[in-house]
């Protein structure tokens, strides 16, 4: 009888991230590792083929012959996709999070140029209409009613939108991340300015906005209809979370920031068209459940000649 | 419900503490030769670092100017107050007294009075024979990280009396280690542990060893004999500072040293400094000192130790546990790529990385696995990551 083999321990060297190394400097105590989470970044899974002639040894086999890269060591950039813990093994559907453009028109509709762009004072704002240009003011927010809104649930035809979405899959807590040089989160009405979690090393604010204690923020999606045109989730829904943009008083008051990051270009605008700085960004909105994460394309701009 | 962190339990983290050891070969000739054929002047070498204020030079292992170059050591000498070489009219007096003060109270520490302490020949601080004159190696931090690992250090030295630049005086040798004949190291130093340094001879020109280089030292059958090895310095492991006693290269009979009759004290000081083994040290500057001693390395060797302190995080990936995936090509749509169109297939989703987070879910560190590690319903695993600090 021959020995089993033992080999197969899977140690692994980790690597501090910059906020690891910058809490381990402060000594405070806040570097305390509690949790983990795996990731696989580097999976297509469109690789996968269930059908494949040659039966189920050769369905992953592409995925499995796929390098993994070097850890990075910005916090922000590891792990950027996790893999999930649900207890029903018999799923066919997850759910995921989709910008919802159509849900107010030109409310909600990104710009022409595919991202949501925000004027970052009023000298730039009075160039444009935001029902028009599909610009939305960064300054005097409540004077645009553009926001930026995500629909969360099963998008599949397959199920209707009246049934309900499993409380284990409906998303109850949005994790948000921003460039905090840029901007800061406000509800869709103007009203409430949301609380940041933390700021990291790379000036990234995170917020964590949860359904009940940000209710103008993250709320349920009582929609059931099928095939409405608001609803950009055609299955079962879970939650909504809509936000806007206020631009940073760096951007409001400097050009320092659009010189080094940014870059010019010609917009069109009430007066027709003029020359405008510009910075493209994003914001991470990931699912605190289910892990989901989408990555909403944003774009200050501020007018640099008529 | 939904998740993609799972905390650990207390026992899911061990702490370790490993000894890593690297073997540090410095080739006499990379101290020496490499750089300094007899046409440049000895300290001019690009590798040798002088300074204005004449207290020591360093080695490099390459010109210093290039920053591809390593400080391998530095090598500086002295002598105490009480040394019957010290003289009001010796070259660089007291910056030599200054010099080995400095080290005797950084290595040896003071007495109940205050007054620093020699450094003794035999660790026994109460009594015995003390080193009032010495040569000090002070070996950079790169090359002994945390400490010198006991009974590896081994400095190979020239004992040819007449010194040349040329390789010739290296032609019979002698070798100080802390290992062969060293009886454990000792702990009454403010510095940390440190060892003696015990000189035996390994070479003394002919094809086989036979003529003891070193005053009553026993060679049978070609090997020295341990019991014969006299002590000829110290070193300090964590200070990583070895101390080479002057007797080293002064003959017995006319110098008490250490050397046998027969060899003869040895010129150290450069071409012209005479005859006059350490005694050259009265008339010569530290530099001088210096490249004496360097020109006469043959080889040096130690092996360093780092102390790395690892904590394990013994990350239990249940069967029931991170199968499906929140990465976007994980659906089609909302559908489950890899469960085809049936639902009573198993989620599948492959590991590539493990985050470590904080408990406000910041990402303090990353491992990361060599190739996709397959997970299902149907399997459990436990990846150990180490995080080393």
Redesign the interface.
């Known amino acids: 009888m021959a020995f089993l083999d033992n080999s197969g321990?899977?140690?692994?060297?980790?690597?501090?991230?910059d906020?690891?190394r910058e809490?381990l400097a402060k000594g405070d105590g806040?570097?305390?590792?509690?949790?983990?989470?795996?990731?696989?970044?580097?999976?297509?899974?469109?690789l996968?083929d269930?059908?494949h002639a040659n039966g189920s040894a050769y369905?992953?086999l592409n995925?499995?012959q796929?390098?993994?890269?070097?850890?990075?060591?910005d916090?922000a950039a590891?792990?950027k996709?996790?893999?999930?813990?649900?207890?029903n093994?018999?799923?066919?559907?997850?759910?995921?999070i989709q910008l919802n453009e159509v849900f107010g028109g030109d409310q909600t509709a990104r710009h022409g140029d595919g991202v949501f762009a925000i004027a970052v004072d009023e000298t730039t704002e009075k160039k444009f209409t935001p029902g028009t240009h599909l610009v939305d003011y960064g300054e005097n927010i409540n004077q645009s009613a553009k926001y930026i809104r995500l629909d969360q649930?099963?998008?599949?035809t397959?199920l209707s939108p009246s049934m309900a979405l499993p409380?284990?899959?409906t998303e109850t807590q949005y994790?948000v991340e921003v460039d905090h040089r840029f901007c800061e989160l406000y509800s869709s009405d103007c009203q409430e300015r949301a609380s940041i979690?933390?700021i990291?090393d790379d000036n990234i604010a995170t917020y964590y906005l949860s359904l009940g204690a940000n209710s103008k923020f993250v709320f349920e999606n009582n929609v059931t209809a099928a095939s409405v045109a608001t609803q950009v989730v055609d299955?079962p829904r879970g939650t909504i979370f809509q936000f806007k943009l206020k631009a940073s008083l760096e951007l409001n008051d400097s050009t320092s920031l659009f010189t080094e990051l940014g870059n010019v270009k010609t917009l069109t605008d009430i007066g027709g068209t003029s020359t405008y700085y510009y910075i493209d960004s994003y914001i991470r909105v990931m699912?605190?459940?289910?892990?989901?994460?989408v990555d909403v394309p944003v774009r200050f701009v501020k007018l640099k000649a008529d | 419900?939904?998740?993609?962190?799972?905390?650990?339990l207390s026992s899911d983290?061990v702490n370790t503490r490993t000894l890593l050891h690297e073997a540090i070969p410095v080739t006499g000739s990379l101290v020496s030769g490499t750089y300094g054929p007899s046409d440049v002047a000895l300290g001019s070498e690009p590798h040798i670092k002088t300074y204005s204020h004449g207290m020591f030079e360093s080695v490099y292992d390459y010109p210093f100017l290039s920053s591809s170059a390593n400080h391998i050591f530095d090598i500086t000498c002295g002598y105490a107050g009480t040394s019957a070489l010290s003289g009001a009219s010796n070259t660089q007096n007291s910056k030599k007294i200054s010099i080995y003060n400095q080290m005797a109270q950084v290595l040896m520490g003071y007495d109940h009075t205050g007054t620093i302490r020699l450094f003794d020949q035999d660790g026994d601080i109460t009594s015995g024979t003390k080193m009032k004159e010495c040569y000090f190696m002070n070996f950079s931090r790169l090359l002994v990280k945390d400490e010198i690992k006991k009974g590896t250090f081994a400095l190979e030295l020239g004992v040819v009396p007449a010194f040349t630049e040329t390789g010739d005086c290296l032609a019979k040798r002698i070798k100080l280690t802390d290992s062969s004949g060293s009886n454990g190291y000792f702990v009454n130093s403010p510095a940390g542990e440190y060892g003696i340094l015990f000189a035996q001879t390994t070479d003394d020109g002919d094809a086989t060893l036979s003529t003891a280089q070193l005053h009553e030292e026993t060679i049978t059958s070609q090997v020295s004999i341990a019991t014969s090895h006299k002590a000829a310095g110290l070193i300090f492991y964590q200070a990583g500072i070895a101390v080479i006693s002057g007797s080293v290269f002064n003959a017995n009979d006319t110098h008490d040293g250490l050397l046998d009759n027969a060899v003869d004290t040895l010129i150290l000081g450069g071409k012209t400094a005479g005859n006059h083994g350490f005694d050259t040290i009265t008339g010569s500057t530290v530099a001088v000192m210096a490249n004496g001693l360097r020109n006469r390395v043959y080889d040096l060797q130690f092996d360093n130790t780092t102390e790395l302190n690892s904590?394990i995080?013994f990350?239990r990936?249940n069967h029931?546990?991170?199968?499906?995936?929140?990465?976007?090509?994980?659906?089609?749509?909302?559908?489950?790529?890899?469960?085809?169109?049936?639902?009573?297939?198993?989620?599948?989703?492959?590991?590539?990385?493990?985050?470590?987070?904080?408990?406000?879910?910041?990402?303090?560190?990353?491992?990361?696995?060599?190739?996709?590690?397959?997970?299902d319903?149907t399997t459990e695993?436990?990846?150990?990551?180490?995080?080393?600090y």
């Open positions: 321990d899977i140690i692994l060297d980790a690597v501090l991230t906020v690891g809490r806040s570097f305390k590792i509690t949790q983990f989470a795996l990731g696989d970044e580097e999976i297509d899974y469109s996968y269930p059908e369905y992953d995925i499995l796929l390098p993994v890269l070097e850890a990075l060591t916090n590891g792990l996709t996790k893999l999930i813990t649900v207890s093994n018999n799923l066919l559907y997850l759910p995921l649930g099963l998008d599949t397959t409380g284990d899959l994790i979690s933390f990291d299955g699912g605190a459940t289910t892990g989901y994460r | 419900m939904a998740t993609v962190y799972k905390n650990f983290v904590a995080h990350c990936v029931n546990e991170f199968n499906y995936s929140a990465n976007p090509t994980y659906l089609n749509g909302s559908k489950i790529r890899v469960k085809g169109n049936n639902r009573k297939n198993l989620p599948v989703s492959y590991i590539t990385s493990v985050g470590l987070y904080s408990a406000d879910r910041e990402l303090l560190a990353v491992a990361k696995l060599s190739e996709p590690l397959k997970k319903p695993l436990t990846l150990k990551v180490r995080l080393d």
